[in-house]
Protein backbone atom coordinates (compact mmCIF):
# COMPACT_ATOMS: atom_id res chain seq x y z
CA UNK A 1 0.00 0.00 0.00
CA UNK A 2 2.88 2.36 1.05
CA UNK A 3 3.16 2.65 -3.11
CA UNK A 4 -0.06 4.00 -3.30
CA UNK A 5 0.26 6.24 -0.31
CA UNK A 6 3.06 7.57 -2.50
CA UNK A 7 0.92 7.72 -5.45
CA UNK A 8 -2.11 9.99 -3.89
CA UNK A 9 -0.30 12.25 -1.38
CA UNK A 10 -2.45 14.66 0.56
CA UNK A 11 -1.68 17.46 -0.95
CA UNK A 12 -2.32 15.58 -4.33
CA UNK A 13 -6.05 14.83 -3.11
CA UNK A 14 -6.43 18.03 -1.57
CA UNK A 15 -5.57 19.94 -5.19
CA UNK A 16 -7.85 16.91 -7.06
CA UNK A 17 -10.60 17.78 -4.92
CA UNK A 18 -9.63 21.96 -5.21
CA UNK A 19 -8.42 22.40 -7.87
CA UNK A 20 -6.65 26.14 -7.93
CA UNK A 21 -6.86 28.43 -10.85
CA UNK A 22 -9.81 26.76 -12.00
CA UNK A 23 -11.71 28.13 -14.96
CA UNK A 24 -11.37 30.36 -17.95
CA UNK A 25 -9.15 33.04 -17.94
CA UNK A 26 -10.16 36.50 -19.34
CA UNK A 27 -7.55 38.07 -21.46
CA UNK A 28 -5.79 34.72 -22.03
CA UNK A 29 -2.85 35.81 -25.01
CA UNK A 30 -2.48 31.75 -24.99
CA UNK A 31 -4.32 28.79 -24.98
CA UNK A 32 -4.08 25.58 -25.74
CA UNK A 33 -6.47 21.67 -25.16
CA UNK A 34 -4.82 18.72 -24.40
CA UNK A 35 -6.22 15.33 -24.21
CA UNK A 36 -5.34 11.81 -23.03
CA UNK A 37 -7.41 9.17 -24.90
CA UNK A 38 -6.35 6.74 -23.06
CA UNK A 39 -8.75 7.92 -20.10
CA UNK A 40 -10.66 10.90 -21.14
CA UNK A 41 -8.85 13.29 -19.92
CA UNK A 42 -9.29 16.42 -21.27
CA UNK A 43 -7.71 19.87 -20.16
CA UNK A 44 -7.37 23.22 -21.04
CA UNK A 45 -4.60 25.91 -20.26
CA UNK A 46 -5.26 29.40 -20.51
CA UNK A 47 -2.24 31.85 -19.86
CA UNK A 48 -1.75 35.60 -20.20
CA UNK A 49 2.27 35.99 -21.42
CA UNK A 50 3.65 39.67 -21.36
CA UNK A 51 7.04 40.32 -21.87
CA UNK A 52 8.05 37.09 -21.73
CA UNK A 53 6.77 36.66 -18.50
CA UNK A 54 3.58 34.58 -17.27
CA UNK A 55 1.10 37.29 -15.56
CA UNK A 56 -1.68 34.52 -14.74
CA UNK A 57 -2.40 31.11 -15.46
CA UNK A 58 -5.98 28.99 -15.13
CA UNK A 59 -7.23 25.95 -16.49
CA UNK A 60 -10.33 24.10 -16.79
CA UNK A 61 -11.48 20.18 -18.44
CA UNK A 62 -12.08 17.06 -16.63
CA UNK A 63 -10.14 14.41 -15.25
CA UNK A 64 -8.32 11.65 -13.23
CA UNK A 65 -6.80 13.08 -9.43
CA UNK A 66 -3.49 13.00 -10.93
CA UNK A 67 -4.19 15.07 -14.14
CA UNK A 68 -5.79 17.64 -12.38
CA UNK A 69 -4.05 18.13 -9.10
CA UNK A 70 -0.93 18.48 -11.65
CA UNK A 71 -2.61 21.07 -13.52
CA UNK A 72 -3.54 22.83 -9.99
CA UNK A 73 0.10 22.42 -8.81
CA UNK A 74 1.70 23.52 -12.10
CA UNK A 75 -0.34 26.72 -12.23
CA UNK A 76 0.34 27.97 -9.09
CA UNK A 77 3.68 27.75 -9.91
CA UNK A 78 3.63 29.28 -13.61
CA UNK A 79 2.58 32.78 -12.15
CA UNK A 80 5.74 34.69 -12.42
CA UNK A 81 8.02 32.57 -14.69
CA UNK A 82 9.77 33.72 -17.99
CA UNK A 83 8.86 31.40 -20.88
CA UNK A 84 12.11 29.69 -20.05
CA UNK A 85 12.00 29.06 -16.52
CA UNK A 86 8.44 27.73 -17.41
CA UNK A 87 10.31 25.52 -20.07
CA UNK A 88 12.97 24.23 -17.62
CA UNK A 89 10.34 23.84 -15.22
CA UNK A 90 8.59 20.95 -17.36
CA UNK A 91 11.91 19.63 -18.18
CA UNK A 92 12.55 18.61 -14.14
CA UNK A 93 8.94 17.59 -13.83
CA UNK A 94 8.84 15.42 -16.25
CA UNK A 95 12.31 13.57 -14.79
CA UNK A 96 10.94 13.51 -11.96
CA UNK A 97 7.26 11.69 -13.13
CA UNK A 98 9.71 9.22 -15.19
CA UNK A 99 11.96 8.28 -12.35
CA UNK A 100 15.05 9.74 -13.54
CA UNK A 101 17.74 10.76 -11.60
CA UNK A 102 18.27 14.75 -10.09
CA UNK A 103 20.34 16.78 -9.03
CA UNK A 104 20.49 19.14 -6.14
CA UNK A 105 19.13 22.11 -7.72
CA UNK A 106 16.50 20.31 -9.55
CA UNK A 107 14.77 19.06 -6.31
CA UNK A 108 15.06 22.45 -5.08
CA UNK A 109 13.69 23.85 -8.31
CA UNK A 110 10.11 21.19 -8.13
CA UNK A 111 9.32 22.71 -4.17
CA UNK A 112 6.05 21.33 -3.81
CA UNK A 113 5.75 19.81 -7.30
CA UNK A 114 8.13 16.93 -5.98
CA UNK A 115 4.59 15.71 -4.22
CA UNK A 116 4.57 13.12 -8.11
CA UNK A 117 7.29 11.82 -7.35
CA UNK A 118 5.35 8.25 -6.60
CA UNK A 119 4.22 8.37 -10.48
CA UNK A 120 7.22 6.88 -11.37
CA UNK A 121 6.24 3.56 -9.88
CA UNK A 122 3.12 4.03 -12.18
CA UNK A 123 4.05 4.06 -15.39
CA UNK A 124 0.57 4.20 -16.73
CA UNK A 125 0.16 7.59 -15.15
CA UNK A 126 2.96 9.37 -16.36
CA UNK A 127 0.74 11.13 -19.12
CA UNK A 128 -1.72 11.90 -16.41
CA UNK A 129 0.45 13.79 -14.58
CA UNK A 130 2.07 15.34 -17.59
CA UNK A 131 -1.05 16.16 -19.72
CA UNK A 132 -1.39 19.95 -18.21
CA UNK A 133 2.31 20.16 -18.83
CA UNK A 134 2.58 19.18 -22.35
CA UNK A 135 -0.79 21.50 -22.73
CA UNK A 136 1.05 24.46 -21.53
CA UNK A 137 3.87 24.26 -23.67
CA UNK A 138 2.06 24.00 -26.63
CA UNK A 139 0.12 27.16 -25.28
CA UNK A 140 3.21 28.92 -24.94
CA UNK A 141 4.77 27.56 -28.16
CA UNK A 142 1.74 28.56 -30.20
CA UNK A 143 1.11 26.34 -31.97
CA UNK A 144 -2.60 26.25 -30.58
CA UNK A 145 -3.92 22.55 -31.94
CA UNK A 146 -5.31 20.16 -29.34
CA UNK A 147 -2.68 17.79 -28.23
CA UNK A 148 -2.71 14.18 -26.83
CA UNK A 149 -0.32 13.08 -24.88
CA UNK A 150 -0.10 9.45 -26.65
CA UNK B 1 -14.16 -34.85 -40.58
CA UNK B 2 -15.80 -34.93 -37.10
CA UNK B 3 -12.27 -35.18 -34.68
CA UNK B 4 -13.22 -37.19 -32.03
CA UNK B 5 -13.51 -35.15 -28.78
CA UNK B 6 -15.33 -32.68 -30.23
CA UNK B 7 -18.78 -32.20 -28.12
CA UNK B 8 -21.94 -30.30 -29.53
CA UNK B 9 -24.43 -30.75 -26.98
CA UNK B 10 -27.36 -29.42 -29.04
CA UNK B 11 -29.48 -28.27 -25.61
CA UNK B 12 -33.18 -26.59 -25.77
CA UNK B 13 -32.72 -23.00 -26.12
CA UNK B 14 -35.99 -22.41 -24.19
CA UNK B 15 -34.82 -24.97 -21.21
CA UNK B 16 -33.41 -23.02 -18.48
CA UNK B 17 -30.13 -24.41 -17.94
CA UNK B 18 -28.50 -25.46 -14.73
CA UNK B 19 -25.75 -23.01 -13.45
CA UNK B 20 -22.53 -24.20 -13.16
CA UNK B 21 -22.10 -24.85 -9.45
CA UNK B 22 -18.87 -23.16 -7.22
CA UNK B 23 -16.91 -26.81 -7.10
CA UNK B 24 -17.27 -26.87 -11.14
CA UNK B 25 -16.13 -23.50 -11.13
CA UNK B 26 -12.91 -23.87 -8.45
CA UNK B 27 -11.78 -26.87 -10.92
CA UNK B 28 -12.40 -24.94 -13.97
CA UNK B 29 -9.97 -21.83 -12.57
CA UNK B 30 -6.99 -24.84 -12.42
CA UNK B 31 -8.01 -24.97 -16.03
CA UNK B 32 -6.09 -20.93 -16.30
CA UNK B 33 -2.80 -20.95 -15.50
CA UNK B 34 -2.62 -16.88 -15.47
CA UNK B 35 -5.68 -17.15 -12.89
CA UNK B 36 -2.87 -19.11 -10.41
CA UNK B 37 -0.54 -15.67 -10.35
CA UNK B 38 -0.31 -13.16 -7.43
CA UNK B 39 -0.09 -9.72 -8.33
CA UNK B 40 1.32 -6.77 -6.06
CA UNK B 41 1.67 -10.15 -3.52
CA UNK B 42 -2.44 -10.50 -4.03
CA UNK B 43 -4.65 -13.32 -5.39
CA UNK B 44 -5.21 -11.91 -9.10
CA UNK B 45 -8.82 -10.65 -9.06
CA UNK B 46 -9.52 -10.69 -13.45
CA UNK B 47 -12.61 -8.23 -13.89
CA UNK B 48 -11.58 -7.29 -16.91
CA UNK B 49 -12.88 -10.41 -19.59
CA UNK B 50 -14.89 -7.79 -21.83
CA UNK B 51 -11.57 -6.69 -22.61
CA UNK B 52 -9.59 -10.15 -23.11
CA UNK B 53 -10.62 -13.38 -21.51
CA UNK B 54 -7.67 -15.40 -20.22
CA UNK B 55 -6.91 -18.79 -21.83
CA UNK B 56 -7.23 -22.54 -20.72
CA UNK B 57 -4.80 -24.85 -20.72
CA UNK B 58 -6.52 -26.75 -23.61
CA UNK B 59 -5.90 -23.38 -26.15
CA UNK B 60 -2.21 -22.70 -24.90
CA UNK B 61 -1.59 -26.97 -26.00
CA UNK B 62 -3.17 -26.54 -29.10
CA UNK B 63 -1.24 -23.50 -30.09
CA UNK B 64 1.93 -25.51 -28.92
CA UNK B 65 1.61 -28.35 -30.18
CA UNK B 66 0.93 -26.67 -33.85
CA UNK B 67 4.08 -25.01 -33.56
CA UNK B 68 6.22 -27.45 -32.14
CA UNK B 69 4.69 -30.57 -34.32
CA UNK B 70 2.40 -29.58 -37.21
CA UNK B 71 3.51 -26.22 -38.34
CA UNK B 72 3.18 -25.45 -42.09
CA UNK B 73 1.19 -23.41 -44.89
CA UNK B 74 -2.44 -24.97 -45.62
CA UNK B 75 -3.93 -25.52 -48.25
CA UNK B 76 -0.61 -25.96 -50.52
CA UNK B 77 1.96 -28.24 -49.27
CA UNK B 78 2.42 -31.92 -50.25
CA UNK B 79 3.99 -32.82 -47.54
CA UNK B 80 2.69 -34.85 -44.46
CA UNK B 81 2.92 -31.50 -42.04
CA UNK B 82 0.64 -29.46 -44.59
CA UNK B 83 -2.01 -31.92 -44.84
CA UNK B 84 -2.20 -32.48 -40.79
CA UNK B 85 -2.37 -28.29 -40.98
CA UNK B 86 -4.78 -28.17 -43.20
CA UNK B 87 -6.39 -30.64 -41.61
CA UNK B 88 -6.70 -28.67 -38.48
CA UNK B 89 -7.41 -25.35 -39.77
CA UNK B 90 -10.17 -26.70 -41.92
CA UNK B 91 -11.25 -28.78 -38.51
CA UNK B 92 -11.95 -25.90 -36.91
CA UNK B 93 -14.06 -23.92 -39.28
CA UNK B 94 -16.30 -26.82 -38.65
CA UNK B 95 -16.11 -26.34 -35.13
CA UNK B 96 -17.04 -22.47 -35.23
CA UNK B 97 -19.33 -23.87 -37.91
CA UNK B 98 -21.41 -25.74 -34.86
CA UNK B 99 -20.65 -23.08 -32.79
CA UNK B 100 -22.76 -20.62 -34.31
CA UNK B 101 -25.06 -22.99 -35.76
CA UNK B 102 -24.31 -22.19 -39.75
CA UNK B 103 -25.65 -23.96 -42.18
CA UNK B 104 -22.15 -24.33 -43.86
CA UNK B 105 -18.44 -23.99 -43.30
CA UNK B 106 -18.03 -22.10 -45.99
CA UNK B 107 -20.46 -19.00 -44.67
CA UNK B 108 -17.14 -19.12 -41.62
CA UNK B 109 -14.70 -16.79 -42.99
CA UNK B 110 -11.44 -15.96 -40.26
CA UNK B 111 -10.63 -12.62 -39.79
CA UNK B 112 -8.21 -10.92 -37.09
CA UNK B 113 -11.33 -10.22 -34.95
CA UNK B 114 -14.52 -8.54 -34.53
CA UNK B 115 -13.42 -5.29 -36.07
CA UNK B 116 -11.67 -6.88 -39.04
CA UNK B 117 -15.39 -8.33 -39.51
CA UNK B 118 -16.99 -5.44 -39.60
CA UNK B 119 -14.28 -3.76 -42.14
CA UNK B 120 -14.40 -6.68 -44.29
CA UNK B 121 -18.23 -6.14 -44.78
CA UNK B 122 -18.29 -2.02 -44.73
CA UNK B 123 -15.33 -2.85 -47.33
CA UNK B 124 -17.21 -5.56 -49.20
CA UNK B 125 -20.98 -5.66 -48.98
CA UNK B 126 -20.54 -1.23 -48.67
CA UNK B 127 -18.76 -1.24 -52.13
CA UNK B 128 -21.30 -3.54 -53.57
CA UNK B 129 -24.81 -2.11 -52.33
CA UNK B 130 -24.42 1.49 -50.75
CA UNK B 131 -25.12 4.03 -53.16
CA UNK B 132 -25.30 7.98 -52.53
CA UNK B 133 -27.89 9.10 -50.37
CA UNK B 134 -28.64 5.40 -48.74
CA UNK B 135 -28.16 5.25 -44.94
CA UNK B 136 -26.69 2.43 -42.46
CA UNK B 137 -28.69 2.23 -39.04
CA UNK B 138 -26.42 1.63 -36.35
CA UNK B 139 -27.44 2.04 -32.37
CA UNK B 140 -26.01 4.68 -29.72
CA UNK B 141 -24.43 1.86 -27.50
CA UNK B 142 -22.05 0.45 -30.49
CA UNK B 143 -18.08 0.34 -29.96
CA UNK B 144 -16.41 2.18 -32.05
CA UNK B 145 -15.19 -0.79 -34.21
CA UNK B 146 -19.13 -0.90 -35.34
CA UNK B 147 -19.47 2.90 -35.86
CA UNK B 148 -15.95 4.25 -37.22
CA UNK B 149 -16.06 1.56 -40.27
CA UNK B 150 -19.39 3.12 -41.25
CA UNK B 151 -18.92 6.25 -41.23
CA UNK B 152 -15.64 5.88 -43.43
CA UNK B 153 -18.21 4.35 -45.82
CA UNK B 154 -20.32 6.94 -45.39
CA UNK B 155 -18.09 8.98 -46.63
CA UNK B 156 -16.76 7.29 -49.26
CA UNK B 157 -19.99 6.67 -51.30
CA UNK B 158 -22.20 10.07 -49.92
CA UNK B 159 -24.18 7.73 -47.82
CA UNK B 160 -25.22 8.86 -43.99
CA UNK B 161 -25.21 7.03 -40.42
CA UNK B 162 -28.32 7.08 -38.76
CA UNK B 163 -28.74 6.39 -35.07
CA UNK B 164 -31.09 4.48 -33.01
CA UNK B 165 -31.31 5.96 -29.11
CA UNK B 166 -30.85 4.35 -25.83
CA UNK B 167 -33.11 5.42 -23.06
CA UNK B 168 -31.46 5.85 -19.45
CA UNK B 169 -30.69 2.49 -18.10
CA UNK B 170 -28.96 1.87 -21.77
CA UNK B 171 -31.77 0.31 -23.70
CA UNK B 172 -32.00 0.70 -27.20
CA UNK B 173 -35.64 2.38 -27.97
CA UNK B 174 -36.94 -0.12 -30.59
CA UNK B 175 -39.68 2.27 -32.18
CA UNK B 176 -37.38 4.80 -32.53
CA UNK B 177 -35.04 2.25 -34.55
CA UNK B 178 -37.96 1.46 -36.51
CA UNK B 179 -38.81 4.59 -37.05
CA UNK B 180 -35.08 5.04 -38.07
CA UNK B 181 -35.54 2.07 -40.51
CA UNK B 182 -36.18 3.98 -44.18
CA UNK B 183 -36.33 2.77 -48.09
CA UNK B 184 -32.62 3.97 -47.89
CA UNK B 185 -31.60 1.94 -45.47
CA UNK B 186 -29.57 -0.40 -46.51
CA UNK B 187 -27.97 -2.28 -43.38
CA UNK B 188 -28.26 -2.60 -40.16
CA UNK B 189 -25.31 -2.83 -37.85
CA UNK B 190 -25.72 -3.52 -34.08
CA UNK B 191 -24.30 -5.11 -30.91
CA UNK B 192 -25.62 -7.98 -29.62
CA UNK B 193 -24.48 -7.26 -26.30
CA UNK B 194 -22.79 -3.86 -25.09
CA UNK B 195 -19.33 -3.64 -24.19
CA UNK B 196 -19.68 -0.31 -22.37
CA UNK B 197 -23.25 -1.41 -20.75
CA UNK B 198 -23.82 -5.06 -20.75
CA UNK B 199 -27.12 -4.45 -22.63
CA UNK B 200 -28.57 -7.84 -24.19
CA UNK B 201 -30.22 -5.61 -27.14
CA UNK B 202 -33.70 -7.49 -28.70
CA UNK B 203 -31.83 -8.95 -31.44
CA UNK B 204 -34.79 -11.07 -32.69
CA UNK B 205 -36.94 -7.91 -33.14
CA UNK B 206 -34.39 -6.02 -34.44
CA UNK B 207 -34.05 -8.82 -37.22
CA UNK B 208 -37.33 -9.20 -37.51
CA UNK B 209 -38.07 -5.36 -38.38
CA UNK B 210 -35.20 -4.69 -40.41
CA UNK B 211 -36.24 -8.10 -42.43
CA UNK B 212 -39.72 -7.35 -42.91
CA UNK B 213 -38.11 -4.16 -45.06
CA UNK B 214 -35.63 -6.70 -46.61
CA UNK B 215 -32.59 -4.87 -45.03
CA UNK B 216 -29.94 -6.99 -43.91
CA UNK B 217 -28.76 -7.17 -40.59
CA UNK B 218 -25.03 -7.57 -38.84
CA UNK B 219 -24.56 -8.34 -35.67
CA UNK B 220 -21.76 -7.39 -33.54
CA UNK B 221 -20.83 -10.43 -31.12
CA UNK B 222 -18.25 -9.46 -29.65
CA UNK B 223 -19.14 -9.74 -26.31
CA UNK B 224 -22.39 -11.88 -26.53
CA UNK B 225 -20.26 -15.03 -28.28
CA UNK B 226 -18.60 -15.90 -24.59
CA UNK B 227 -21.88 -15.69 -23.08
CA UNK B 228 -24.86 -16.45 -25.17
CA UNK B 229 -25.82 -19.52 -26.68
CA UNK B 230 -25.76 -18.22 -30.48
CA UNK B 231 -27.52 -20.01 -33.47
CA UNK B 232 -27.30 -17.91 -36.60
CA UNK B 233 -29.98 -19.79 -38.71
CA UNK B 234 -32.84 -19.62 -36.21
CA UNK B 235 -31.69 -16.18 -35.46
CA UNK B 236 -31.42 -15.94 -39.12
CA UNK B 237 -28.96 -12.44 -39.06
CA UNK B 238 -27.35 -12.11 -42.13
CA UNK B 239 -23.77 -11.68 -40.39
CA UNK B 240 -22.34 -12.47 -37.10
CA UNK B 241 -18.79 -11.07 -36.14
CA UNK B 242 -16.85 -12.01 -33.17
CA UNK B 243 -13.37 -12.40 -31.37
CA UNK B 244 -11.39 -15.39 -30.43
CA UNK B 245 -9.90 -13.68 -27.64
CA UNK B 246 -12.86 -12.99 -25.37
CA UNK B 247 -13.68 -16.56 -26.30
CA UNK B 248 -10.48 -17.73 -23.81
CA UNK B 249 -9.03 -18.33 -27.39
CA UNK B 250 -5.89 -16.37 -29.18
CA UNK B 251 -5.65 -12.67 -29.78
CA UNK B 252 -5.40 -12.24 -33.26
CA UNK B 253 -7.90 -14.17 -34.73
CA UNK B 254 -11.90 -13.64 -34.83
CA UNK B 255 -14.90 -14.82 -37.36
CA UNK B 256 -17.53 -13.34 -39.69
CA UNK B 257 -20.26 -15.40 -40.13
CA UNK B 258 -21.83 -14.74 -43.65
CA UNK B 259 -25.17 -16.40 -45.21
CA UNK B 260 -23.34 -17.39 -48.11
CA UNK B 261 -26.26 -15.40 -50.47
CA UNK B 262 -24.53 -12.50 -49.66
CA UNK B 263 -20.58 -13.42 -49.28
CA UNK B 264 -21.08 -14.50 -52.98
CA UNK B 265 -21.98 -11.62 -54.32
CA UNK B 266 -19.77 -9.68 -52.28
CA UNK B 267 -16.29 -8.69 -54.19
CA UNK B 268 -12.92 -9.97 -52.40
CA UNK B 269 -11.72 -7.85 -49.08
CA UNK B 270 -7.97 -8.50 -49.73
CA UNK B 271 -5.93 -9.45 -52.81
CA UNK B 272 -3.27 -11.95 -52.50
CA UNK B 273 -2.82 -15.51 -52.35
CA UNK B 274 -5.06 -18.40 -51.34
CA UNK B 275 -8.01 -16.21 -52.35
CA UNK B 276 -7.79 -16.27 -56.04
CA UNK B 277 -8.19 -19.57 -58.80
CA UNK B 278 -6.28 -18.25 -61.16
CA UNK B 279 -4.17 -15.13 -62.00
CA UNK B 280 -2.53 -13.44 -65.50
CA UNK B 281 -1.78 -10.14 -65.48
CA UNK B 282 -4.57 -9.29 -67.74
CA UNK B 283 -7.31 -10.92 -65.18
CA UNK B 284 -7.68 -12.36 -62.12
CA UNK B 285 -10.45 -14.95 -61.16
CA UNK B 286 -10.98 -15.51 -57.55
CA UNK B 287 -11.69 -18.33 -55.06
CA UNK B 288 -14.91 -19.81 -53.62
CA UNK B 289 -15.56 -19.49 -50.46
CA UNK B 290 -14.49 -19.14 -47.73
CA UNK B 291 -11.40 -18.27 -49.55
CA UNK B 292 -11.75 -15.65 -51.62
CA UNK B 293 -12.07 -13.81 -48.35
CA UNK B 294 -8.87 -15.26 -46.55
CA UNK B 295 -6.11 -13.42 -48.47
CA UNK B 296 -2.51 -14.27 -47.97
CA UNK B 297 -1.58 -16.73 -44.98
CA UNK B 298 -4.07 -16.71 -42.30
CA UNK B 299 -3.16 -16.83 -38.29
CA UNK B 300 -3.09 -21.01 -39.00
CA UNK B 301 -2.49 -21.41 -35.22
CA UNK B 302 -4.63 -19.08 -34.23
CA UNK B 303 -7.51 -20.78 -35.60
CA UNK B 304 -6.37 -24.06 -34.40
CA UNK B 305 -6.59 -22.40 -30.85
CA UNK B 306 -9.72 -20.85 -31.75
CA UNK B 307 -10.92 -24.46 -32.42
CA UNK B 308 -9.81 -25.25 -28.94
CA UNK B 309 -11.47 -22.91 -27.05
CA UNK B 310 -14.70 -23.77 -28.81
CA UNK B 311 -14.40 -26.88 -27.90
CA UNK B 312 -13.33 -25.87 -24.33
CA UNK B 313 -17.08 -23.69 -23.47
CA UNK B 314 -19.06 -26.19 -25.64
CA UNK B 315 -17.53 -28.85 -23.17
CA UNK B 316 -18.79 -26.72 -19.90
CA UNK B 317 -21.89 -25.93 -21.80
CA UNK B 318 -22.33 -22.24 -22.72
CA UNK B 319 -25.57 -21.90 -21.46
CA UNK B 320 -24.73 -23.15 -18.11
CA UNK B 321 -21.63 -21.05 -17.65
CA UNK B 322 -23.86 -18.15 -18.61
CA UNK B 323 -26.35 -19.01 -15.80
CA UNK B 324 -23.05 -19.00 -13.15
CA UNK B 325 -21.98 -15.59 -14.36
CA UNK B 326 -25.40 -14.10 -14.55
CA UNK B 327 -25.46 -15.13 -10.83
CA UNK B 328 -22.10 -13.54 -10.07
CA UNK B 329 -23.21 -10.53 -12.27
CA UNK B 330 -26.46 -9.79 -10.14
CA UNK B 331 -24.90 -10.18 -6.69
CA UNK B 332 -22.05 -7.90 -8.15
CA UNK B 333 -24.81 -5.36 -9.17
CA UNK B 334 -26.54 -5.53 -5.51
CA UNK B 335 -22.86 -5.57 -3.72
CA UNK B 336 -21.47 -2.66 -5.82
CA UNK B 337 -24.61 -0.57 -5.91
CA UNK B 338 -25.00 -0.44 -1.99
CA UNK B 339 -21.37 1.34 -1.73
CA UNK B 340 -21.86 4.82 -0.94
CA UNK B 341 -21.43 7.04 -3.52
CA UNK B 342 -21.35 4.45 -6.22
CA UNK B 343 -23.78 4.99 -9.56
CA UNK B 344 -24.01 2.07 -11.93
CA UNK B 345 -24.29 2.68 -15.14
CA UNK B 346 -26.56 0.39 -17.66
CA UNK B 347 -29.07 -1.24 -15.63
CA UNK B 348 -30.90 -2.48 -18.41
CA UNK B 349 -33.45 -5.43 -17.56
CA UNK B 350 -31.37 -7.96 -19.68
CA UNK B 351 -27.87 -7.97 -18.98
CA UNK B 352 -24.94 -10.23 -19.56
CA UNK B 353 -21.39 -9.56 -17.26
CA UNK B 354 -20.27 -6.19 -17.84
CA UNK B 355 -20.86 -4.14 -14.40
CA UNK B 356 -20.17 -0.30 -15.50
CA UNK B 357 -20.31 2.36 -12.20
CA UNK B 358 -19.07 5.42 -11.54
CA UNK B 359 -18.00 6.29 -8.20
CA UNK B 360 -18.73 10.03 -6.92
CA UNK B 361 -16.00 12.61 -6.79
CA UNK B 362 -13.53 9.87 -7.90
CA UNK B 363 -11.91 9.69 -11.43
CA UNK B 364 -12.32 6.23 -12.84
CA UNK B 365 -8.47 5.87 -13.88
CA UNK B 366 -8.07 6.24 -10.17
CA UNK B 367 -10.31 4.16 -9.28
CA UNK B 368 -9.26 1.56 -11.57
CA UNK B 369 -5.18 1.95 -10.08
CA UNK B 370 -5.94 1.79 -6.58
CA UNK B 371 -7.93 -1.84 -7.39
CA UNK B 372 -5.03 -2.79 -9.17
CA UNK B 373 -2.83 -2.60 -6.23
CA UNK B 374 -5.38 -4.69 -4.79
CA UNK B 375 -4.69 -7.88 -7.95
CA UNK B 376 -8.12 -6.74 -8.72
CA UNK B 377 -8.34 -5.74 -12.74
CA UNK B 378 -10.82 -3.92 -14.39
CA UNK B 379 -11.25 -1.17 -17.06
CA UNK B 380 -11.46 2.31 -16.46
CA UNK B 381 -11.76 4.63 -19.40
CA UNK B 382 -14.75 5.20 -22.24
CA UNK B 383 -14.89 1.74 -23.22
CA UNK B 384 -14.48 2.40 -26.95
CA UNK B 385 -17.61 3.94 -26.99
CA UNK B 386 -17.20 7.66 -26.30
CA UNK B 387 -20.49 8.24 -27.86
CA UNK B 388 -22.15 6.06 -24.82
CA UNK B 389 -20.37 7.87 -22.35
CA UNK B 390 -21.61 11.11 -23.65
CA UNK B 391 -25.22 9.89 -23.05
CA UNK B 392 -24.94 9.58 -19.58
CA UNK B 393 -23.00 12.27 -19.47
CA UNK B 394 -19.75 11.15 -17.82
CA UNK B 395 -16.03 11.04 -19.60
CA UNK B 396 -15.71 7.43 -18.25
CA UNK B 397 -16.53 4.44 -15.61
CA UNK B 398 -15.28 1.87 -14.16
CA UNK B 399 -16.18 -1.72 -15.62
CA UNK B 400 -15.48 -4.72 -14.34
CA UNK B 401 -16.70 -7.87 -16.25
CA UNK B 402 -16.87 -11.09 -15.39
CA UNK B 403 -16.32 -14.70 -17.18
CA UNK B 404 -17.20 -18.04 -16.15
CA UNK B 405 -14.24 -18.34 -14.43
CA UNK B 406 -14.85 -15.27 -11.61
CA UNK B 407 -16.09 -16.31 -8.12
CA UNK B 408 -18.53 -14.71 -5.75
CA UNK B 409 -15.33 -13.87 -3.24
CA UNK B 410 -13.91 -12.38 -6.44
CA UNK B 411 -16.71 -9.88 -6.07
CA UNK B 412 -16.20 -9.49 -2.87
CA UNK B 413 -12.28 -8.32 -3.38
CA UNK B 414 -13.67 -5.79 -5.67
CA UNK B 415 -15.86 -4.47 -3.13
CA UNK B 416 -13.46 -4.04 -0.41
CA UNK B 417 -11.11 -2.36 -3.29
CA UNK B 418 -13.70 -0.11 -3.88
CA UNK B 419 -13.54 0.84 -0.05
CA UNK B 420 -9.85 0.98 -0.34
CA UNK B 421 -10.83 4.17 -2.71
CA UNK B 422 -12.75 5.46 -0.72
CA UNK B 423 -10.80 5.40 1.90
CA UNK B 424 -8.48 7.02 -0.48
CA UNK B 425 -10.69 9.80 -1.34
CA UNK B 426 -13.65 10.14 0.57
Known amino acids: MSELQDLYQDLIVDHSKKPRNFGNLEGANRQATGYNPLCGDKVTVYLKVANGVVQDV ?11 ASASLMTERFKGLSEAEAASLFETFHKLVTGKQLQQEEVAQLGKLSAFSGVKDFPIRVKCASLAWHTSRAALEGTGETITSE | MTPTGTITQPQPATAAARPLTEQEVSRIREDFPALQQLVYGKPLVYLDNAATAQKPREVLEALERFYRADCANIHRGVHQLSERATQQYEGAREKVQRFLGAAEAREIIFVRGTTEAINLVAHSYGRRFVQPGDEILITAMEHHSNIVPWQMLCEERGARLRVAPINDVGELLLEEFERLLTARTRLVAVAHVSNALGTVNPIASILQMAHSRNVPVLVDGAQAAPHCKVNVQ ?19 IGVLYGKAGWLEQMPPYQGGGDMIRTVSFEKTTYNTLPYKFEAGTPHIAGVIGLGAAVDYVSQIGLERASAYERQVLEYATEEVGRIPGVRLIGTARDKECVLSFVLEGVHPHDVGTILDRQGVAVRAGHHCAMPVMERFGIAATTRASFALYNTRQEVDALVAGIHKVREVFC
Open chain 1, 58 to 68: RFDGAGCAIST
Open chain 2, 234 to 252: ELDCDFYAFSGHKLYGPTG
